[in-house]
Antibody, heavy 118, light 107 residues
Framework: EVQLVESGGGLVQPGGSLRLSCSAS????????MSWVRQAPGKGLEWVADMSQDGIRKYYVDSVRGRFTISRDNAKESVDLQMSSLKADDTAVYYCAREGETGTLDHWGQGILVTVSS | DIQLTQSPSFLSASVGDRVTITCRAS??????LAWFQQKPGRAPNLLIY???TLQSGVPSRFSGSASGTEFTLTISSLQPEDFVTYYCLQFNNYPYTFGRGTKLEIK
């Protein structure tokens, strides 16, 4: 069974940093692109970033480029999102998701809340 | 960026009704469109990918179609558990973009 479990969320002050981690199991992690998607409270979904299987190709939404960094460790079967210069607008539930053979996000974690507030 | 115009934002219907939700892309995206269902407090769940392919385990009352840059999700006979929120997603171009969502409400 595919499982994705996010960790590392919490409360952080504006301008601060936080690192999210997503631990994967139940599939060959090194064969899949991985994404992060977020959802502000009461709002819709926003794709944030993704990374290729080998970690070489990375793509970001404009609103986070230069502040967020996606990375992965295939040996540990995990994908991280390093977030810096955080703003109130970054407050959201962050989901990691697998980009499957369907070409899209076929499995999602349960999500982790990040709150940026003083 | 590719914009997805999803309509309607809210849809009121009854159990047993047939409903359609539409996403219109601002430019061609081939068939690189997916539909997700999201229940309150839960992660989204993939329903349809490549515009019209039903994800494994999803009930057959859900279907998707495409015509040019217009994509539709149809639920043929609404069940009580279907009254939640639906999103479309294009994955043809970066950044991937979602529609703004459709909340399905019981009439």
């Amino acid at each position: 069974e595919v499982q994705l479990v996010e960790s590392g969320g919490g409360l952080v002050q504006p301008g601060g940093s936080l690192r999210l981690s997503c631990s994967a199991s139940g599939f060959r992690f090194s064969s899949y692109w991985m994404s992060w998607v977020r959802q502000a409270p009461g709002k819709g979904l926003e794709w944030v970033a993704d990374m290729s299987q080998d970690g070489i190709r990375k793509y970001y939404v404009d609103s986070v480029r230069g502040r967020f960094t996606i990375s992965r460790d295939n040996a540990k079967e995990s994908v991280d999102l390093q977030m810096s210069s955080l703003k109130a607008d970054d407050t959201a539930v962050y989901y990691c998701a697998r980009e499957g053979e369907t070409g899209t996000l076929d499995h999602w974690g349960q999500g982790i809340l990040v709150t940026v507030s003083s | 960026d590719i914009q997805l115009t999803q309509s309607p934002s809210f849809l009121s219907a009854s159990v047993g009704d047939r409903v359609t939700i539409t996403c219109r892309a601002s430019q061609g995206i081939s068939n690189s469109l997916a539909w997700f269902q999201q229940k309150p407090g839960r992660a989204p769940n993939l329903l349809i990918y490549r515009a019209s392919t039903l994800q494994s385990g999803v009930p057959s009352r859900f279907s998707g179609s495409a015509s040019g840059t217009e994509f539709t999700l149809t639920i043929s006979s609404l069940q009580p558990e279907d009254f939640v929120t639906y999103y479309c997603l294009q994955f043809n171009n970066y950044p991937y973009t979602f529609g703004r969502g459709t909340k399905l409400e019981i009439k």
